[in-house]
């Protein structure tokens, strides 16, 4: 148990689904162990969610603040803090946690405004302690596998990158908790489809490619009556260096669950990935035929094998995904106990994608209220 990192959760109680993940996701590789939760901006469901969970009655707390002041003064308090509420919260919470020396895993985005987005740069570049942002889909094998062969020099230089993620959970006006909070402009921001899944979109994009984001024109639309976000979004990007390409993210087509598609095509040859299906990448070399990389295949490589668990043809995916960011996460963590360099890259999302996903939906939004003009996005 003492060689378990300690953690803390603020949000994620009784009936919030990605709560649930992050804690699968933790135990997943036996890395952590909860200890502490503020589950809920509501005094009585945290703590009837932290009953719930099995926590000790004096370790649930009524509010994120009192929950940090008082495990970092505890002899064995937690390490590592997960966020998991609306958009809002994210600053609000991590700053709490970074001044103490806490480490933190947010969810993504990284906060709902630009201006919390710098303030949390600032918090994190001012505390000692680490900062990791679960843009989950960065720790599916065959991302990995797609990200080294671009790396590499497989594709060649880097001419398209296309992008989408379609859902159709919005189609219609849901009275539900997910849609609530999601689609209001107080809790999410400023971006809906553009800030709840766009942002997966332009993370994974960059990701893999390696590029960056120079302009974009967005067009950005609220289709169901009444909404104050949109729900579907069409970007065309520039990267540094020149490559062309194309966002699209929707959460009103229906016929998509969880849609998110990758293709990049280089000088030399094209890569393939889907969500939904995820242990298949298609490599396209130039002039030969189109063929199949497995996770843990032949062609596989070793960024592939290090986010692996099971044999090749048992499926992985989601939780999993998740699970490699906290098991990266830990292995960063227990460096820092020992002040000893990580043994490998540093490949987890940091608050520097986190701010450039909130570029990214600033961008968009300014593009779209500007009839689709093009706007530069920061260096």
């Known amino acids: 148990?003492?060689?378990?990192?300690?953690?803390?959760?603020?949000?994620?109680?009784?009936?919030?689904?990605?709560?649930?993940?992050?804690?699968?996701?933790?135990?997943?590789?036996?890395?952590?162990?909860?200890?502490?939760?503020?589950?809920?901006?509501?005094?009585?469901?945290?703590?009837?969610?932290?009953?719930?969970?099995?926590?000790?009655?004096?370790?649930?707390?009524?509010?994120?603040?009192?929950?940090?002041?008082?495990?970092?003064?505890?002899?064995?308090?937690?390490?590592?803090?997960?966020?998991?509420?609306?958009?809002?919260?994210?600053?609000?919470?991590?700053?709490?946690?970074?001044?103490?020396?806490?480490?933190?895993?947010?969810?993504?985005?990284?906060?709902?405004?630009?201006?919390?987005?710098?303030?949390?740069?600032?918090?994190?570049?001012?505390?000692?302690?680490?900062?990791?942002?679960?843009?989950?889909?960065?720790?599916?094998?065959?991302?990995?596998?797609?990200?080294?062969?671009?790396?590499?020099?497989?594709?060649?230089?880097?001419?398209v990158v296309q992008v989408e993620y379609p859902q159709d959970w919005l189609t219609r006006h849901e009275d539900f908790k997910q849609a609530a909070w999601r689609t209001d402009p107080a809790q999410s921001g400023a971006g809906g489809s553009t800030g709840d899944i766009g942002t997966h979109a332009h993370n994974l994009a960059c990701f893999v490619s390696g590029l960056t984001v120079e302009s974009l024109a967005a067009d950005l639309q609220a289709f169901v009556s009444g909404r104050q976000l949109d729900d579907n979004a069409h970007v065309l990007l520039r990267f540094h260096g020149g490559a062309r390409g194309m966002l699209w993210s929707s959460q009103v087509a229906p016929g998509n669950e969880n849609a998110l598609r990758l293709r990049i095509y280089g000088e030399k040859g094209g890569l393939e990935w889907e969500q939904e299906h995820p242990n298949h990448l298609w490599y396209s070399p130039f002039g030969e035929p189109k063929r199949v990389i497995t996770r843990n295949g032949a062609g596989a490589g070793e960024a592939a094998a290090r986010m692996s668990r099971i044999p090749s043809g048992h499926p992985e995916g989601y939780l999993e995904g998740f699970a490699n960011i906290y098991s990266e996460a830990a292995d960063a963590i227990i460096a820092h106990r020992s002040d000893t360099a990580m043994d490998a890259e540093v490949t987890y999302p940091t608050v520097y994608d986190g701010l450039r996903g909130m570029q990214f939906v600033d961008a968009c939004v300014r593009s779209s209220a500007r009839n689709s003009a093009w706007v530069n996005l920061p260096e």
């Open 1 to 159: 148990m003492s060689n378990r990192i300690r953690m803390g959760m603020v949000g994620g109680g009784n009936d919030a689904f990605i709560g649930g993940v992050h804690r699968i996701a933790a135990r997943l590789d036996d890395r952590f162990e909860l200890v502490a939760g503020a589950l809920s901006a509501t005094p009585e469901k945290a703590r009837a969610s932290g009953a719930a969970l099995g926590l000790p009655e004096d370790r649930i707390y009524d509010d994120f603040k009192q929950m940090a002041i008082r495990e970092a003064r505890l002899k064995n308090g937690i390490e590592t803090v997960a966020i998991v509420t609306p958009n809002n919260v994210h600053f609000a919470a991590a700053r709490e946690f970074l001044k103490r020396g806490i480490h933190v895993i947010c969810d993504k985005p990284l906060t709902s405004t630009m201006a919390d987005a710098k303030k949390m740069l600032k918090a994190v570049e001012d505390s000692d302690a680490l900062f990791v942002l679960t843009h989950n889909y960065t720790g599916y094998p065959m991302v990995r596998q797609a990200r080294e062969m671009v790396a590499r020099g497989d594709l060649g230089k880097i001419r």
